[in-house]
């Protein structure tokens, strides 16, 4: 039993290890911050912070990123019972972070306001819209960070 944990602990410590020198590979520079300052709802303080929390913006899949954040929607079925879909987990302050700058990027950024009306008009609660919008600008980001560069605005 222990040599099994064993190899479990050597790969865990593998893929730390892995991920703190693909981290280091990728310095937060000043040209990030400013590519992600174009973005509506993101300013100086927004972007270093997403920067500096969530180190993995721009090298991952936008499915990824959503749950890393906690903004991928969660489904706990049980038997025939299906229930509503919900945000859990992820990174407490990188989604409160984001969600503040998705209340003004709901209004002024091109993408986003569209798809929060749109969902308000469906009749969904303005809260879901504005998490759908909020996703929206974190899959913005994550582009803007992988491609580097700026988001073609509508």
Known sequence: ???????????????????????????????AAALL???????PVRAATLLAALPELGT?????????VGVAPVTRPSGRWRG???IA??????RATLARGARVAARHHPAIGACYSRLVAAGK???????????TLLVILNA???????????
Request: charged share 30%; proline share 5%.
């Open 144 to 154: 803007i960070r992988r491609q580097h560069r700026p988001w073609p605005e509508d």
């Open 37 to 43: 300052r174009r973005v509506a709802g993101v300013g």
């Open 60 to 68: 991952r899949k936008r499915q990824h990123m959503a749950a890393v």
């Open 125 to 135: 609660p303005k809260k879901v819209a504005l998490t759908a919008g909020l996703r």
């Open 89 to 94: 987990g992820g990174r407490r302050a990188v």
């Open 1 to 31: 039993m222990a040599a099994q944990s064993d190899g479990l602990r050597a790969r865990v410590v593998a893929v730390d290890q892995a991920l703190a020198a693909r981290r280091r590979e990728r310095p937060i520079g000043q040209g």
């Open 84 to 86: 509503r879909a919900l």
